[in-house]
């Protein structure tokens, strides 16, 4: 089971197992992650689940798509690494990834 390293609010680093196929959204909000809310329940239309992704991993989770992109302009703290984290799914070849949970 691959597993994810999100760094928390607070600056905690937590680091989860989670079945493949299943969105950073909700992984983080089954853990009670503070600062993923997913109000629109993963349907790329809130960016209530920002993360930022660890620039190491950034070719392997891949760039956002224009829905996303539109979604994203939303956030305030935008950065070159930025993704919804309902559009990333894991999978076996994230294990280990790392993100940061930056919030709306």
Do not use: Y
């Not at 089971?1 to 989670?18: C, H, N, Q, S, Y």
């Not at 760039?63 to 996303?68: I, T, Y």
């Not at 956030?75 to 990834?97: I, N, Y």
């Amino acid at each position: 089971m691959p597993k994810v390293i999100f760094e928390t609010l607070d600056g905690e680093r937590r680091e989860v197992e989670a079945a493949a196929d299943i969105s950073l959204m909700e992984i983080a909000l089954a853990e009670g992650l503070e600062g993923i809310d997913g109000e629109c329940g993963g349907a790329c239309s809130c960016a209530t689940c920002h993360v930022e992704v660890n620039a190491k991993w950034w070719a392997a989770v891949g760039k956002p798509e224009d829905m996303e992109l539109d979604m994203l302009d939303f956030c305030e703290e935008l950065t070159e690494h930025s993704r919804l984290g309902c559009q990333v799914k894991m999978t076996d070849a994230l294990d280990g990834l790392e993100v940061k949970i930056v919030g709306r």
